[in-house]
């Protein structure tokens, strides 16, 4: 039998794309006015697809591949004359973000890549310049009709860190299934959302013919998860070879925190103007194996697991109010109950006071300190061997007011303490400088506008981001560089990165889709808003 090498998504060549658009006119004839009855005409009129309407499809295969072979690979009338049907439809935003949503699970479920399906705009519009990097980085270009205008540039990462079946998810973990109103699956919150969420609010300006004044880059990297070297490293080569200068880049990194921190009335928009610096340490012990029969006073897997202890138990200083997240709880302070707005408006006597309660949760333990995680302990290979060979990696987020150096020296000198525990450093970096975010600061007052035209009564305030992201490699493209997604984030959400559940809401998505269509827009005003952080 011939195998022929064809995308699996190819939509010449996709009898499923031709049902789609025959479900999208009938749903679309009756017409839905809210979530239910679209739930409800998709399941009805799914169920009404003849039996020969498919075989028909099937039957036009032939005519499909020799259409594809004729256009040497490229697209076909076929694919252009669904996307024209579906050009002509008068979409509402309501039924437009509906429609995305379906796309979004379709896009969770069946596909691990960019799907030009899904954003027929994006990848035929003239104003769009589309390139891998590296393979698997994504680059988009959108043309401005100003080009005297700086450009800004939005990231985003297509990658994901593991997720396993066996952890109790409530849903499989790549199955983008939606339950209760929300969409699960390993990346709706990092970072998959914020893919989804650009390129359907580009794909739906683009179709309703709006010219951004400004130009923008969009970086959808590969491997943020692993440090981004290849994706976003090479994203910034690149456009450091072209000579561009970034007026400010948007990343992931903060969002909207609904009840996270305690005593804050009412939800809070933090856009982070920083990040934590990070190493990973990895610690080592190595003796000559034995029988286990005749263990020695100590073995490595003891030494080492005391060395790990010690890093636990003695936790990096407090340097709570000595970093960017003084700015961002003095901003917040008069939102607090009292006396907490009291506290938190003198941070300068209370600082210490503050610190000794955040400390006691470990997602605002993050702001009070530089964080010590093991993550990997490896050791042994035979029960009845005393192991020759023990190591642990140590991974640690570096507060703004600490040096790697510094950081380093702590953990050498005092902490691990015992001169058989090697250390190795396996990378690092220092905290990223501080982005501006005053009344003058395009970037920071475009995105809070942003915001702001979505939730008028929202607190924006500088925030902080405590983990990392692709955007530090950018630093030297802009000196503003934001961390913050559309998202809100409420109790137990923190623990869902990198854990398991990780789901966004409806709500969230649709969020996300119409920030990023009303920032392309706020991009092009003239003039700043006349708005003081102060103000809400
Ligand atoms: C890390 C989760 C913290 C949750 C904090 C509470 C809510 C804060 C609001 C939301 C945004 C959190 C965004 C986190 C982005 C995480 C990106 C990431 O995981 N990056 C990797 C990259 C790397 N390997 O360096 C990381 O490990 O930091």
């Not at 190819?10 to 794309?17: G, V």
Request: overall charge neutral; glycine content about 6%.
């Amino acid at each position: 039998m011939n195998v022929l090498e064809w995308p699996s998504q190819s939509p010449d060549l996709n009898p499923i794309e031709n049902l789609w658009k025959d479900l999208k006119t009938a749903v679309h004839k009756r017409s839905p006015s809210n979530l239910t009855e679209l739930e409800l005409f998709c399941k009805e009129e799914w169920a009404k697809m003849s039996v020969s309407r498919c075989a028909n499809l099937v039957e036009s295969y032939p005519k499909r591949f020799a259409a594809v072979i004729a256009a040497k690979g490229g697209s076909t009338k076929y694919y252009f004359m669904l996307y024209e049907y579906l050009c002509t439809l008068d979409f509402s935003v309501f039924y437009f973000l509906k429609i995305m949503i379906i796309r979004v699970m379709y896009h969770f479920a069946f596909t691990s890549q960019l799907s030009v399906t899904s954003f027929p705009t994006v990848f035929s519009s003239s104003k769009v310049k589309h390139e891998l990097v590296a393979n698997y980085s994504h680059l988009f270009w959108v043309q401005g009709s100003r080009p005297e205008l700086q450009p800004y540039m939005l990231l985003a990462h297509t990658d994901v860190v593991p997720a396993s079946e066996d952890d109790a998810w409530e849903v499989p973990p790549f199955s983008g299934d939606e339950k209760d109103g929300f969409i699960y699956g390993r990346g709706t919150m990092d970072d998959k959302g914020s893919v989804m969420g650009i390129l359907a609010a580009l794909e739906y300006i683009l179709m309703k013919g709006y010219t951004p004044q400004r130009g923008f880059y969009i970086g959808l990297g590969h491997d943020e998860e692993v440090h981004g070297l290849n994706g976003a490293v090479n994203i910034v080569r690149l456009l450091k070879e072209r000579g561009v200068k970034l007026l400010f880049v948007l990343d992931e990194g903060s969002a909207i925190l609904d009840g996270i921190l305690k005593g804050l009335d009412g939800p809070a928009a933090l856009i982070a103007t920083s990040e934590k610096g990070a190493t990973v340490l990895k610690l080592s012990v190595s003796m000559p194996p034995s029988h286990a029969s005749m263990p020695p006073r100590e073995t490595t897997i003891g030494i080492l697991a005391a060395a790990v202890k010690r890093l636990e138990e003695n936790p990096m200083k407090r340097l709570f109010g000595l970093g960017p997240e003084g700015g961002m709880f003095e901003h917040l302070a008069h939102k607090f109950r009292f006396p907490l707005n009291f506290v938190m408006s003198n941070l300068w006597l209370f600082a210490p006071l503050i610190a000794r309660i955040m400390e006691r949760n470990e997602t605002t333990n993050a702001f009070v300190r530089t964080t010590t995680a093991v993550t990997m302990f490896n050791a042994g290979v035979k029960e009845n061997v005393i192991a020759s060979y023990a190591e642990a990696f140590v991974n640690m987020r570096i507060h703004s007011a600490q040096t790697l150096k510094e950081v380093h020296s702590v953990q050498r000198w005092s902490t691990v303490g015992d001169p058989r525990v090697k250390i190795e450093v396996v990378y690092g970096f220092d905290p990223l400088p501080i982005s501006p975010y005053d009344e003058t600061s395009f970037g920071f007052q475009i995105i809070k506008k942003t915001v702001l035209d979505m939730f008028p009564s929202m607190i924006v305030a500088p925030g902080m981001c405590i983990a990392n992201t692709d955007s530090r490699h950018f630093k030297d493209l802009s000196s503003s560089i934001y961390r913050f997604t559309p998202a809100i984030y409420k109790p137990g959400d923190a623990q869902r990165f990198h854990g398991i559940n990780e789901r966004t809401s409806r709500e969230n998505y649709e969020g996300m889709v119409q920030f990023f269509f009303r920032l392309f827009q706020n991009c092009d005003i003239k003039k700043l808003p006349d708005v003081s952080l102060d103000h809400n």
